[in-house]
């Protein structure tokens, strides 16, 4: 998948550590653990390590991102799950910040096996942490304002991005500047951050750095952050395993996409933290939160033959998952695209937001039950006879020049997106203390459904539009969204209305 905003990460180890993590949290073990010794600071306040990590998976020849630069200037915790950006409570993680910036290249080799950039510590008063928030350096700072030393943006801000070809954009952020980027309670993987009485938390954040960067029409990049944080404990050494070809039993020569998932409110696995696959066909995740998580890994191989996407379910934290085979789609010469259109209103009036776009597939999962879990996005490269086909998984809907002739909504803006996919039905294994095996993927028809999720531009996040999530099973002709090898399904038209 390209990290595009248009939206994701080969490095193994896949959480910015609750971005004092991203920093460097002191104290932070190199073993992706975190101490848990007491550290006595009185009896009403504790500590908090943080850490940052992101595996980046859109990395050439995967995507068209060398470099990605944020500059950090503060990290923030709040008790109250409803607090804003005005409201009182918000404790410091990372004051050694504030004087001190720290301008983190969001692709480079963690510092140690799992972490990226340690951030910072502080002691905090006892508490359940629902909220977290990072600050970053404005591209425009005042006189006043601490700014790192080096600035690897050369001009182009303190905050961009560095394309495959060596030029470097800045990377805009609005108010988030200002107003922090946002880790809600349902982006806190494990439920909240708890301090408690002379004893020492670590925090770790992970930035999806591909998911999390909007390239607009008018060539400019934006950024619109996709956060999650979580404790992490010493134990806990993170989920790993090597993918090879089912028939060689080789690592695959290609492109190979893991992600690591959780469930939200609604039941539907998300995607945690995604990651490529090393030379060797290895990936591995930490640091991970306490509990278990599903995997999904898609691939690639020469000549464009895609593999089946691979599902394995209820693996906990500490978990060498061995060797995982995938198989090829058989007869097929490169994987489906999903292409589809989304438009927003407000009234009569045309809107502007930011939506996220994910590709759903419904599996089996024991017990006569089953779950929705998201297929994480490819890239098919170029040929000598074929251009490269990126997936946009984050788009900017504005302006009306890409409506369709009929159809859109009157004074709608519209923008269109693609998403490339395997062309088959996942093979799922059930994880088990005693092994797993893999089933074979069904046959016959291979649906899809394409959920979208609508931001406010430049909010750190903040939903739009009423409702502001849509999934559609339709093609644009309105029968079941089915996809077929080497081949585009048009999706059913996403109307977004009652937006800003």
């Known amino acids: 998948m390209k990290c595009r905003s248009n939206t994701a990460r080969p490095r193994a180890c896949a959480a910015i550590v609750v971005l004092l993590a991203s920093a460097g949290i002191v104290g932070f073990l190199g073993s992706c653990g975190g101490n848990s010794s007491t550290n006595m600071t009185g009896s009403t306040m504790g500590t908090v390590n943080v850490t940052l990590s992101d595996p980046p998976s859109c990395m050439p020849p995967n995507g068209q991102f060398t470099h990605v630069y944020i500059t950090v200037r503060s990290v923030q915790a709040n008790i109250d799950a409803n607090a804003n950006d005005g409201s009182s409570g918000w404790q410091e ?15 480079s080799k963690p510092q140690t096996t799992c972490v990226l950039a340690q951030l910072g510590s ?11 928030r990072l600050l970053l350096v404005s591209n425009s700072p005042a006189a006043s304002d601490a700014v790192p030393g080096n600035n690897a943006c050369a001009g182009n801000g303190y905050n961009c991005v560095i394309l495959g070809d060596g030029t470097i954009h ?28 002379g004893q020492s938390v670590d925090l770790n954040i992970d930035f999806n750095a591909c998911a999390s960067i909007v390239h607009e029409g008018n060539g400019k990049f934006r950024l619109k952050p996709t956060l999650t944080a979580g404790q992490v404990g010493a134990n806990n050494t993170g989920i790993g395993g090597q993918v090879v070809d089912s028939v060689t039993k080789q690592p695959i020569s290609g492109s190979v996409q893991v992600a690591i998932e959780q469930q939200d409110s609604t039941g539907v696995d998300r995607i945690v933290m995604q990651a490529a696959t090393d030379s060797n066909g290895n990936f591995r995740f930490c640091p991970l939160p306490t509990g278990s998580f599903d995997i999904v890994i898609v691939g690639i ?24 085979p995938l198989v090829g789609e058989t007869g097929a010469t490169a994987p489906a695209v999903l292409q589809g259109v989304v438009t927003a209103t407000n009234g009569t009036s045309p809107a502007t937001i930011d939506v996220s776009l994910s590709a759903l597939q419904t599996i089996p999962s024991g017990n006569s039950s089953t779950l929705q879990i998201t297929i994480p996005l490819q890239t ?37 997106y693609t998403l490339v996919v395997p ?16 089933s074979t993927p069904a046959g016959g028809n291979v649906p899809f459904t394409v959920d979208a999720q ?5 909010s750190g996040g903040v939903a739009d539009c009423r409702p502001s999530e849509k999934m559609t099973s339709s093609n644009a002709i309105g029968q079941p969204l089915y996809v077929l090898p080497a081949t585009t399904s048009n999706v059913a038209e996403i109307d977004f209305t009652g937006c800003m």
Do not use: H, R, W
Request: proline share 11%.
């Open 93 to 107: 993680l990372a004051p050694q910040l504030a004087s001190a910036p720290m301008q983190i290249d969001l692709f």
């Open 423 to 438: 062309a088959s039905n996942p093979s799922v294994g059930l994880f088990s203390a005693s092994g797993f095996t893999y």
């Open 170 to 197: 800045e990377l805009q952020l609005s108010s988030e500047a200002n107003t922090g980027l946002k880790i809600p309670p349902g982006q806190v993987v494990g439920g909240p951050i708890d301090v408690t009485a």
């Open 122 to 132: 502080a002691s905090l008063p006892v508490g359940k942490y629902q909220q977290i």
């Open 454 to 458: 609508a931001a406010q531009p430049s």
């Open 380 to 416: 098919i490269p170029a040929t000598n006879l074929t251009p490269e086909v990126d997936s946009t998984e984050t788009i900017s809907v504005s302006g009306n020049t890409n409506c369709p002739a009929t159809g859109a909504p009157a004074n709608a803006s519209c923008a269109t």
């Open 301 to 324: 191989g020469p000549a464009n033959l895609p593999y089946n996407a691979t599902a394995v379910l209820n693996i906990p934290n500490g978990t060498n998952l061995g060797t995982i």
